[in-house]
Every structure is written in structure tokens, then in C-alpha cells.
């Protein structure tokens, strides 16, 4: 339907601009319900070097984090500042001390480590680390004080205080772990500069998109967009669904 000059009608240019943004949605779940090989390529390597950097960062963040929410010891002021000051560092610089690190000329070139997955999961979990670390000292610090005292009187010995103290933080745990994960899968730079965004290797989803969207390929970037929002989306189905039946 044409335009009207009075503009009661629809406009054409506007007509245009929606059927442009409906026909991308529409090839992408082409690309998607295909099973489109590069754009599966990029899904694989983002949820690889995801995992790879979640592991490190819960295995060493969480405990580091415990420690520093519940215990008392000289500097830990200090170090509770630092953590959170790591919240605010640029992933820019993650990157490039990340990238010199394993560069030819870096300490740790004999890893061979840049441009691959493995390398680019070092830089995300550097990203993921301080926030699993401040999120578990910080679920720690708001648990119930009673709880500890409690559990000292009734005879409890130093692991079953820990061990209840982790149970009655462990939704905010989880908190802190899908947190960290939505941070780390849609990291651009890191991904970019360590792992070089080389197709079919390591060009994760979020690189595809700035790449696919910079060439004009729109319906790429939109079908990558739509498989991170179902990840995002999956991971925090999963954690209500836990909520709701450790509650019921």
C-alpha cells in the first residue's frame, strides 16, 4: 500500500526498512535450521573456549572468593580491593597481555598457544576470574552470621561450617557462574586479539557478528545474535529451574 502525502498511510521507505530486517531474520533461521557449516563453526568454538575458561575461573575463582568473604587475615582489605578493581580493567588490555604473553617474542611462546582456542580461554577466564571472585566473596560476606555461630556452638568442626556455609550460598554461586559465563561468551576483544578471528578455527560468534555485519552480511550476524540469546537464554532457564526445585 502506497504512502500517503498526509502521512495517514504507511510509508514506503518504512514498508522497505521492515521487510530488510524481516528478510535477515528469515535467512538466518535458514543459515540456522540448515545447519550452516561456518556459521556452526563459530557456535563450536565460542562454546569451547567459553568452557575451557569457565573451568579456570570457577576452580580457582570460587575458592579464592571463599576465602575471601569468610576468613580474616592481614591484607584482606587490601586484597578485596584489588579484586574489585579488576572488575573495571579494560578487556582491551586483557587482550594485549594476554597477546604478549604468548607471542613469539613473549615468555610463554614455547606454548604455541596464540590464535587458538586454548589461548583465547586464558584471556576469558583472566575476564571471568575477578567477578566469580568478588560475586562468591560478596555472597559469602551477606550470608547469615548466626549460621556459623550456630553451627560452632552445636559442636561443628571447621568443614561442616564450610560445608554449610557453601549450601546456604549456593544459589548465589550460581549467580556468580552464569554471570561470569554471560560476561566471557560475549567478549569481543579478547577473542579478536588472541585468537585472531581466523575462519573455521578461531572466530567465535561475537567476531563473526562484527565481522559479518561490517561486510553487510546481516543475516549471518542476526543468526549468530540469535544463537547467543539462546545460550544466554538456555543457561538461565536452567538456573531458575534449579532454584525452583532445590526451594520446593
Same mark, same amino acid.
Given at each position: 500500500?502506497?504512502?500517503r502525502a498526509?502521512?495517514?498511510?504507511p510509508?514506503?521507505?518504512?514498508?522497505?526498512?521492515?521487510?530488510?530486517?524481516?528478510d535477515?531474520?528469515a535467512?538466518a533461521?535458514?543459515?540456522?535450521?540448515?545447519?550452516?557449516?561456518?556459521?556452526?563453526?563459530a557456535?563450536?568454538? *565460542?562454546?569451547?573456549?567459553?568452557?575451557?575458561?569457565?573451568?579456570?575461573?570457577?576452580?580457582?575463582?570460587?575458592?579464592?572468593?571463599?576465602?575471601?568473604?569468610?576468613?580474616?587475615?592481614?591484607?584482606?582489605?587490601?586484597?578485596?580491593?584489588?579484586?574489585?578493581?579488576m572488575?573495571?580493567?579494560?578487556t582491551?588490555?586483557?587482550?594485549?597481555?594476554v597477546?604478549?604473553?604468548?607471542?613469539?617474542r613473549?615468555?610463554?611462546a614455547?606454548?604455541?598457544?596464540?590464535?587458538?582456542?586454548?589461548?583465547?580461554?586464558?584471556?576469558?577466564a583472566?575476564l571471568g576470574?575477578?567477578?566469580?571472585?568478588?560475586? *562468591?566473596?560478596?555472597?559469602?560476606?551477606?550470608?547469615?552470621?548466626?549460621?556459623r555461630q550456630?553451627?560452632?556452638t552445636?559442636g561443628?568442626?571447621?568443614?561442616q561450617?564450610?560445608?554449610?556455609?557453601?549450601?546456604?550460598v549456593?544459589?548465589?554461586?550460581?549467580g556468580?557462574?552464569?554471570?561470569?559465563?554471560?560476561?566471557?561468551?560475549?567478549?569481543?576483544?579478547?577473542s579478536?586479539m588472541?585468537?585472531?578471528n581466523?575462519?573455521?578455527? *578461531?572466530?567465535?560468534?561475537?567476531?563473526a557478528?562484527a565481522?559479518?555485519?561490517?561486510?553487510?552480511?546481516?543475516?549471518?550476524?542476526?543468526?549468530?545474535?540469535?544463537v =547467543?540469546?539462546?545460550?544466554?537464554f538456555a543457561?538461565?532457564?536452567? =538456573?531458575?529451574?534449579?532454584?525452583?526445585?532445590?526451594?520446593?
Amino acid at each position: 500500500m502506497a504512502g500517503r502525502a498526509d502521512g495517514r498511510g504507511p510509508s514506503p521507505r518504512r514498508e522497505g526498512h521492515m521487510d530488510y530486517i524481516l528478510d535477515g531474520f528469515a535467512v538466518a533461521l535458514r543459515l540456522l535450521l540448515a545447519g550452516d557449516p561456518e556459521t556452526f563453526s563459530a557456535v563450536w568454538a *565460542t562454546l569451547s573456549s567459553s568452557a575451557l575458561a569457565m573451568v579456570v575461573a570457577l576452580c580457582v575463582g570460587m575458592p579464592c572468593g571463599f576465602a575471601l568473604g569468610f576468613f580474616s587475615f592481614p591484607g584482606r582489605r587490601v586484597a578485596r580491593l584489588v579484586v574489585d578493581t579488576m572488575l573495571c580493567f579494560p578487556t582491551v588490555v586483557i587482550g594485549l597481555l594476554v597477546y604478549l604473553l604468548l607471542s613469539r617474542r613473549g615468555p610463554l611462546a614455547d606454548l604455541e598457544m596464540l590464535f587458538t582456542i586454548p589461548g583465547m580461554a586464558v584471556g576469558l577466564a583472566l575476564l571471568g576470574l575477578p567477578i566469580v571472585m568478588a560475586l *562468591t566473596a560478596l555472597a559469602v560476606e551477606q550470608a547469615d552470621g548466626r549460621l556459623r555461630q550456630t553451627l560452632l556452638t552445636l559442636g561443628a568442626d571447621g568443614w561442616q561450617v564450610l560445608t554449610a556455609t557453601l549450601w546456604e550460598v549456593r544459589f548465589h554461586l550460581l549467580g556468580a557462574g552464569v554471570t561470569a559465563f554471560g560476561r566471557i561468551v560475549s567478549e569481543v576483544g579478547i577473542s579478536m586479539m588472541v585468537g585472531g578471528n581466523i575462519k573455521w578455527h *578461531t572466530r567465535t560468534i561475537t567476531t563473526a557478528i562484527a565481522l559479518e555485519t561490517g561486510k553487510g552480511e546481516f543475516a549471518v550476524g542476526i543468526a549468530l545474535g540469535l544463537v =547467543l540469546l539462546g545460550i544466554a537464554f538456555a543457561i538461565n532457564l536452567m =538456573l531458575a529451574f534449579l532454584r525452583r526445585r532445590a526451594r520446593a
